[in-house]
């Protein structure tokens, strides 16, 4: 399973851009690339995927380089409500056979301030 | 469409004691995965079922098993409690198709504690 790395905690201000970087090295070629945002006391909530290139939605964009080793979530404009811990995981879910074999890291404690 | 749902939301325990938690998966997902959050531990995989079947399992004693019935609903079982499983144990299904699915929908979660 690849291991991620993450910033443990970062901090920024309302209106501000925030971009979380996500160390993955050993990125197989199968895995995805998935965000997640957690509140305190609720369970994980799907942000953003990707497998390469940019992937954007409507909450936040992600990027991912060539060699697919690293990743970044970008939130836009972030506000007090996006206080919470963002996980980047790499693996996959396979429909057939492998399952769910996901692993959380230890996340981001994002903290946005007025 | 439903979320995930998950029962008890709250559970006090002593040690010793076995405990059950429930996990009703959305309409139409096979797959449901179970994990345990703790401060120190963060959010570590327990064992996913996919129709009926444990598929992946985790680095966890033997106390802690679970199963999945017919209907995808599944249930968590911790025997003999310890201290050290208080926690936060999250439920999450996903649907499973032919391709990949990509994405998880968590639960509220049942939080245990155990005295």
């Known amino acids: 399973l690849a291991k991620t790395t993450q910033p443990i905690s970062m901090d920024s201000y309302e209106g501000q851009e925030v971009n979380i970087t996500c160390s993955h090295n050993?990125?197989?070629?199968?895995?995805?690339i998935t965000w997640y945002q957690q509140f305190p006391s609720q369970g994980p909530r799907f942000i953003i995927q990707?497998?390469?290139t940019k992937v954007t939605n409507e909450v936040a964009s992600l990027f991912i380089p060539a060699d697919r080793k690293s990743s970044t979530l970008s939130l836009p404009r972030v506000s007090l409500s996006d206080t919470a811990v963002y996980y980047c995981?790499?693996?996959?879910?396979?429909?057939?056979?492998?399952?769910?074999?996901?692993?959380f890291g230890t996340g981001t404690q994002l903290k946005v301030e007025l | 469409k439903a979320g995930v749902t998950q029962t008890p939301r709250y559970l006090i325990k002593t040690r010793g004691q076995q405990v059950t938690l429930s996990c009703s998966p959305i309409?139409?997902?096979?797959?449901v995965s179970w994990y345990q959050q703790t401060p120190g531990q963060g959010l570590q995989f327990l064992f996913e079922?996919?129709?009926?079947?444990?598929?992946n399992k985790g680095n966890f004693p033997g106390r802690f098993s679970g199963r999945q019935f017919s209907n995808s609903r599944s249930e968590m079982n911790v025997s003999t409690l310890e201290l050290g499983d208080s926690a936060l144990y999250l439920c999450?299904?996903?649907?499973?198709?032919?391709?990949?699915?990509?994405?998880?929908?968590f639960g509220p979660g049942t939080r245990l504690t155990v005295l």
């Open positions: 990707g497998y390469k």
């Open positions: 050993n990125i197989a070629t199968n895995d995805y």
């Open positions: 999450a299904s996903s649907r499973l198709t032919s391709g990949r699915a990509l994405e998880q929908f």
């Open positions: 309409s139409g997902h096979r797959s």
């Open positions: 995981l790499v693996g996959d879910i396979e429909g057939t056979g492998g399952g769910n074999k996901l692993t």
């Open positions: 079922y996919f129709s009926e079947t444990q598929r």
